[in-house]
């Protein structure tokens, strides 16, 4: 096993008690955030309706369009995203402007009233059909950390990785929403000192801290979309955690990459933020160190979009294990997106693609606990016992916030799964 990075050299990993992120969510879901979700009650649960979140209630959006006589009711009173997503841009921000003005303005306060309910009596659901997912590797500090612990006797970074965004084609049926249990994983490891692959459930069950983009306007068939063409197809973005064993990823992945090792669960917080709730969180990504072929290079002014300061924090049985800053990530989201399609490959509403796991520079803001044990050597000390990897029982959460306008803060919802034993073990 390799060294740490020299940054982490006098770092101990541990538990700091505050609570840096967590504030009230009725200041972090105001009239500039407005995330989509699905939603039903427990007098109608087959009945699932779209939803505006507004402080600590849920706006009945397909209700309150037709009480508003809005000429979306139609994308609104749905029981998915999909369609919503699939009308394209102008009407994302159509409906973005009235739910606002329904919400906030006096005139219409009452009737909107009508059509609020308090979160705490709905259950939430995927809110949308996720077509193809697609998970990337964009943090540089992730990439090493990784390469550092598996290819010791290789350069941390592949040839490849400042070139184009490195990524793979993942599972889109096992995406699942926040609060699903997560049965951990069963299948082929080998340990180094064994001859042969054991089969049996994972012994090194991860977790990943992304953030997921979710594509609204489809594309066509041999079709690029270029870096400009990010703000017409991507609707909003979601938190995600990619669970991943790490025993069964390290037998499995050479040389096609990772199979049965993450395709087992991805969860997804219920909220989607339309992009344009970001502005305020643009950031310029970091200073490319090799000149990029043109579909990639994001210099020329007006293009370097999908860069987002969003903060995340990854909680573990309800301690700050990690910090992760989504803006040092080395490639953006809208140059994911190029990658994606260069090749003619078309879009689909509901494609899912992850920025892959974030890591910034200090250990405290790894994004794996891969990365936060180095390989499992260094333990977390928690307050209620050692950990490497995920226990049954283990309740891991993502939660994150940004810069909203005029001084707030935007809350990106959560995402928690709790790990259940293997079946049958
Ligand atoms: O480099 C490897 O062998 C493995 C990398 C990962 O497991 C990370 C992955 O899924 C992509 C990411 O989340 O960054
Ligand atoms: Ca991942
Ligand atoms: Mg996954």
């Not at 039903?40 to 397909?62: E, F, K, N």
Request: hydrophobic letters at 40%; proline letters at 9%.
């Amino acid at each position: 096993m390799s060294e740490r990075a020299p940054a982490s050299a006098s770092f101990t990993v541990g538990v700091r008690a505050h609570n840096l992120t967590r504030m009230s969510d009725t200041a972090l879901f105001g009239p500039d955030n407005l995330p989509y979700g699905l939603f039903s009650t427990p007098d109608s649960p087959g009945h699932r309706r779209l939803g505006i979140r507004y402080g600590d209630d849920v706006l009945d959006a397909g209700a309150a369009a037709l009480a508003f006589g809005s000429a979306h009711a139609d994308v609104l009173q749905q029981p998915s995203l999909n369609p919503l997503m699939a009308a394209g841009r102008s009407v994302w921000r159509a409906v973005r402007a009235e739910s606002r003005s329904w919400l906030t303005e006096d005139v219409h306060r009452e009737t909107a009233a009508r059509h609020l309910l308090p979160l705490s009596g709905v259950r939430l659901h995927l809110p949308f059909e996720v077509a193809d997912y697609v998970d990337f590797y964009a943090s540089e500090q992730h990439a090493t950390n990784v390469g550092r612990i598996f290819r010791p006797d290789d350069e941390a970074l592949t040839p490849n990785w400042k070139h184009l965004p490195i990524g793979y084609h993942g599972r889109a049926g096992t995406v699942v929403v926040s609060g699903t249990p997560v049965v951990r994983p069963q299948g082929q490891r080998k340990p180094p000192n064994e001859p042969l692959p054991l089969f049996g459930p994972s012994r090194r069950l991860d977790i990943e801290a992304e953030v997921g983009f979710v594509v609204g306007a489809p594309s066509e068939l041999g079709a690029q979309v270029g870096l400009d063409g990010f703000r017409d197809h991507v609707f909003g973005v979601t938190l995600l955690n990619d669970w991943s064993a790490r025993d069964l990823q390290a037998w499995e992945y050479v040389p096609l990459g990772p199979f049965l090792g993450k395709s087992f669960a991805t969860s997804v917080s219920p909220w989607i933020t339309p992009l344009e709730a970001l502005d305020a969180a643009r950031v310029a990504p970091p200073a490319r160190d090799l000149p990029l072929l043109p579909y990639l290079d994001d210099s020329a002014e007006g293009l370097a979009e999908g860069g987002l300061d969003l903060r995340l924090t990854v909680r573990l049985n309800g301690h700050v294990i990690a910090e992760p800053p989504f803006s040092t990530m080395y490639w953006t989201a809208a140059q994911q997106l190029a990658h994606l399609t260069v090749n003619g490959a078309s879009l689909r509403t509901g494609d899912l693609y992850a920025s892959g796991t974030v890591s910034g520079p200090e250990p405290a803001q790894f994004g794996s606990l891969l990365e936060l044990t180095w390989g499992g050597r260094e333990p977390l000390e928690l307050p209620d016992g050692k950990r490497t990897f995920l226990e049954d029982g283990d309740v891991v959460t993502l939660t994150a916030w940004c810069p909203g306008p005029a001084g707030t803060r935007l809350g990106l919802g959560e995402v928690t799964g709790e790990v259940r034993p293997a079946v049958g073990a």
